[in-house]
Each structure stands twice: as C-alpha cells, then as structure tokens.
C-alpha cells in the first residue's frame, strides 16, 4: 500500500504554464497518477495538455476533489501559493521549487502546526509509490514495488540508491524527497512515524547527508519509537566545514552536522549504519533475508 501516495490519489499541479511543469505533469499522468486539473490565473475553463484549468486553487480543490497539490512556482509567489492550499484544505502539497525565501519559509512552518494540509519540500523531488502513483519529478522507472520505505533529503542521492536496490530486485513501498533547504516542510520523524504504521513497508531506509540537525533527531525518535528495522547512511562525509555544497542546508556548520557524528548518533541509537553507498543495497539485502522480512 505506501504512504501518503496511492490509486485513488487525486493531483492537481500549480503554475502549470511552465514548460517543466507541463513536463513533468504529463509524465505523472503518464506514470497512472490521476491528473484531475490545475492552476493558471486567468485561463480558468480551458484545457491544457488534456488537463482543465481553473483560475484559483480553492475553485480546482472544490471541483476536482484534490488529494495532492505539484507546486511549480517562483520562490517569491510559493508562500501564497501554500497559504492558498493550506485554505482549501488540500491534504497534500508537493514543492519542488528551490530558492524558497527563508522568512516565508518560518512563516509556513508555524502556521503549518494547526493546518490541515501537510507540506513536502521545498526543493522536493517528489513522491511515488511504485506501480501507483507519481507526484514530483522522480525518473518513474527506476523504482518497482516492494516493502523498503525509503526517505532522502537529497534528490540525486535517492536515484542512485534507489536504482541499486531496484537492480539488486529489492523493491520500495515508497519514496519521498524531503528536499534540502534549512527549513523544510516535513521531516525524517514526520515520514518515518507513517511507515511504521504501513503495513506494506517492512524496513525504512534514512538517506541523510550533512548539515542541519534532522538526522540528529530522527535516531533519538528511532531509538524511542519505531520497532521495523532502519539503515541510515548520511552522505557528505568528505566535505570539509563551513563551506556551502550543493542545495542551501547541506553545510557544516559545527561538528554534530558533520556525517561521521551524524552516523555515530545513529550508531548509538541502535541504528543499522553504513559508510558507504554502494553497500547500502547490499545491508539493505542482508537484513531482509535475515530478518525473513520477504
């Protein structure tokens, strides 16, 4: 079954007149996912890439019965765009915009404590349950079906180990991108506390990497909380500190951000740790089998 992602999934995508939003809106759609409509201000009551438009996110949630909102818009339009979704009462929002101002970004985060509405990203790539449903911008075709729930901050982190583990046949429940900005909507404890209630998902797969304190946390919560089987591999291990890499929360700003304490933090929380990721499939087999979990 998954999380947060299935069959009946409904998906509208925001700021559909962009070229990558019709991209990757067709290729959702193209995946199975059901594409009931989208957002262009102004082009209310056409049609678009076989998809009808409506001039307010309120109009498309009350005509189409959304589940999941695509969000493809520019950072500085993104707050509004959220606080409209969080009024209609979307279930779902899906940012994959980056460059997300960090003050709009504080805001959402406070006022996402008494919403209804639970935000992934920004600057996420998505989420698919294999073989059910796509939202974002993940390649559909690298994942396949399976019980590894998987959940990364990093996007290209997540297709690389991703596709070994669909090589190595160890299928996925599914996969979200947290995305790797500071401040990010939902987080490790958010995705892995519905993992551990899937039946579907038998053991949760922490793709974390440096910067930040959100893998520092999860393993605490781990430790306390989740009784299926966890690896944690934390990527950044070279890089050296205070310097900026890659997306605006991958840096080193003291020591516990670093990937080796963030490991050791794992370690020490009873975690199945590992240094490397091209032996990360290889751990994620082995526990499998160890622990009959096929």
Request: glycine share 10%; hydrophobic share 40%; net charge neutral.
């Amino acid at each position: 079954m998954g999380i947060l992602l299935d069959r009946n999934t409904r998906m509208i995508t925001i700021g559909l007149n962009s070229s990558l939003a019709q991209f990757h809106t067709t290729n959702c759609r193209e995946y199975g996912t059901n594409v009931v409509g989208a957002v262009i201000p102004g082009l209310g009551g056409t049609i678009k890439e076989g998809v009808p438009i409506f001039n307010t996110i309120s109009h498309a949630k009350r005509n189409t019965l959304a589940s999941v909102a695509m969000m493809f818009l520019p950072p500085q339009l993104v707050l509004d765009g959220i606080l409209e979704c969080i009024e209609a009462e979307i279930p779902l929002i899906i940012c994959t915009t980056t460059g997300v101002p960090l003050h709009d970004m504080l805001k959402l985060k406070s006022i996402l404590l008494n919403a209804k509405s639970q935000l992934i990203g920004p600057s996420s790539v998505g989420i698919i349950t294999p073989g059910e449903c796509k939202v974002g911008v993940m390649p559909g075709f690298i994942f396949m079906p399976g019980n590894v729930g998987v959940v990364s901050r990093s996007g290209s982190l997540l297709y690389e180990i991703v596709s070994e583990l669909t090589k190595q046949e160890i299928g996925q429940s599914t996969c979200v991108g947290l995305g790797g900005d500071n401040v990010i909507g939902s987080d490790f404890i958010d995705i892995i506390k519905l993992f551990e209630k899937d039946y579907a998902t038998k053991l949760i797969l922490i793709l974390g990497e440096i910067g930040g304190n959100y893998e520092i946390d999860v393993a605490h919560y781990i430790k306390k909380y989740i009784s299926k089987p966890v690896v944690a591999y934390v990527a950044g291990s070279m890089m050296p500190r205070d310097r900026q890499v890659g997306h605006s929360g991958m840096e080193i700003n003291t020591l516990i951000h670093s990937a080796e304490k963030k490991l050791e933090v794992f370690e020490e929380c009873a975690v199945n740790i590992v240094r490397s990721p091209d032996k990360i499939a290889q751990k994620v087999k082995k526990l499998i089998y160890d622990k009959e979990l096929i």
